[in-house]
């Protein structure tokens, strides 16, 4: 059975640095083929790419939050990571992490809000 | 860029009707298309996978379709269960991007 969930800070203020935790279960990201990227939604709003890690730590990030973003993983622990620096409002949305290639499976989402 | 386009922000339709979503890619992005279904409160479901290969544990009433770049999700017979917010996903090219979304609705 593959699950996924997302945690963070909940709350954090402007300029500090978002860090988020996918533990996953029911696959390997030592696995040939396996990923989890990640997305959010601002509420009310639709959903965004923002990256993406691979079994062979090949990454892929989105260019509209430039050199903001930094995703790894730790295979032992099942476990993959999101970075986001230098936070701002814009930032304030639902993150979830899903499995790759076709995102099949998802996590339930964490709420992320910044603000001062 | 890959802009996906779903014309439709919303759509209402009776129970048992067909119904039709689309999606317009900017570009050529072969069958790198995925669905997915969201309902209120809920992480997306993957419905469609590869533009035309309903996934896991899905209703065979939906079903997707690809006419050069533009890609459709049928559902044959609106169900009660069927109302939400359908979103479509291209994984081409890097940034992968999502359409807009179509809600969903029962009139």
């Known amino acids: 059975q593959v699950t996924l969930k997302e945690s963070g800070p909940g709350i954090l203020q402007p300029s500090q640095t978002l860090s988020l935790t996918c533990t996953f279960s029911g696959f390997s990201l030592s696995t040939y083929g396996m990923g989890v990227g990640w997305i959010r939604q601002p509420s009310g709003k639709g959903l965004e790419w923002l990256a993406n890690i691979w079994w062979d730590d090949d990454k892929y990030y989105n260019p509209s939050l430039k050199n903001r973003l930094t995703i790894s993983k730790d295979t032992s622990n099942n476990q993959a990571f999101l970075k986001i620096t230098n936070v701002d409002t814009a930032d304030t949305a639902t993150y979830y992490c899903?499995?790759?290639?076709?995102?099949?499976?998802w996590g339930q989402g964490v709420m992320v809000t910044v603000s001062s | 860029d890959i802009q996906m386009t779903q014309s439709l922000a919303s759509l209402s339709a009776s129970l048992e009707e067909i119904v039709t979503i689309t999606c317009q890619a900017s570009q050529d992005i072969g069958n790198w298309l995925a669905w997915y279904q969201q309902k209120p409160g809920k992480s997306p479901q993957l419905l469609i996978h590869?533009?035309?290969s309903l996934a896991d544990g899905i209703p065979s009433r939906f079903s997707g379709s690809r006419s050069g770049t533009q890609y459709s999700l049928k559902i044959s017979r609106l169900q009660v269960e069927d109302t939400g917010i359908y979103y479509c996903?291209?994984?081409?090219?890097?940034?992968?991007?999502f359409g807009g979304g179509t809600k969903l609705e029962l009139k």
């Open positions: 899903a499995r790759m290639g076709d995102f099949d499976y």
């Open positions: 590869s533009a035309t």
């Open positions: 996903l291209q994984r081409y090219s890097n940034p992968w991007t």
